[in-house]
């Protein structure tokens, strides 16, 4: 594998940014400067990126967190709220799988797997997004649905189709494949019916099931894999 692939897939940077830290000569192959990022690794020789080692992706971890209210998704918080990273004591630094709004709960992916979580957030994947929302004005008329279905216009550009029933009365479940800045709250907003509760229920093909608000867990290699190909898949039939 290229140099460069080898610290992406270890979640150092991407794989552009890891080219700059290879030319920079931040990047030592069993202990040499390497300033080609094509020199192949196979992950028999020690990598290391200013010193510090580059563990391989299968070391990585993936933790499943239910956000409660009030618990901002970023890694740390300049007005001192609480994170979801401090939700969750490990060993190793982690980070957030795209955000969650403050007063939003539910689902969120912690990982220290760069390469997993920009595949899972990056809009070429597509990967989906299942929401509950509790509107209000409920219960939503068929013709606002179908608006939210085909794609509402927002102040940076329409939103793309999106899968939308109505669970009973005034509570939506929204399936979207965008990550923009509080899509689903201004989607409801723009048909009429602004949002009063969301919960992201899952992620891709991994659902929130029965963990407990503030509670995490973490997932299974068989809960990553179903991640990495939820990342592939579409990349695949997207050109
Ligand atoms: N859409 C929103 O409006 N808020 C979120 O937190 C996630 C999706």
Request: net charge neutral.
């Given at each position: 594998m290229r140099l460069a692939k080898f610290l992406a897939n270890g979640g150092v940077a991407s794989r552009r940014a890891a080219e700059g830290q290879i030319a920079d000569g931040?990047?030592?192959?069993?202990?040499?400067?390497?300033?080609?990022?094509?020199?192949?690794?196979?992950?028999?020789?020690?990598?290391?990126?200013?010193?510090?080692?580059v563990a391989l992706p299968a070391d990585r971890v993936v933790y499943a967190v239910n956000k409660p209210a009030g618990v901002v998704s970023t890694a740390r918080d300049t007005h001192g709220r609480p994170t979801v990273v401090g939700l969750v004591p490990a060993d190793r630094r982690l980070y957030p799988v795209g955000r969650l709004d403050a007063d939003t709960t539910g689902l969120i992916l912690l990982t220290d797997d760069g390469e997993l979580a920009n595949r899972l957030?990056?809009?070429?994947?597509?990967v989906p997004r299942t929401y509950r929302a509790k509107v209000l004005g409920g219960p939503v008329p068929e013709a606002a649905l179908h608006a939210l279905r085909r794609g509402v216009e927002l102040d940076d550009g329409p939103t793309a189709p999106a899968q939308v029933r109505q669970l009973r009365p005034g509570v939506l479940e929204i399936i979207i494949r965008e990550g923009r800045k509080r899509q689903v709250r201004r989607m409801c907003e723009a048909v009429g019916h602004p949002v009063s509760a969301l919960e992201r229920i899952a992620f891709g093909p991994l659902r929130l099931g029965r963990l407990k608000l503030g509670a995490h867990r973490l997932l299974e290699a068989d809960e990553v894999d179903a991640l990495r190909a939820a990342g592939v898949s579409r990349a695949r039939t997207a050109r």
């Open positions: 931040r990047v030592t192959v069993a202990g040499e400067i390497v300033r080609d990022p094509a020199r192949g690794v196979d992950g028999s020789e020690p990598v290391a990126v200013d010193g510090r080692p957030t990056h809009p070429r994947y597509g």
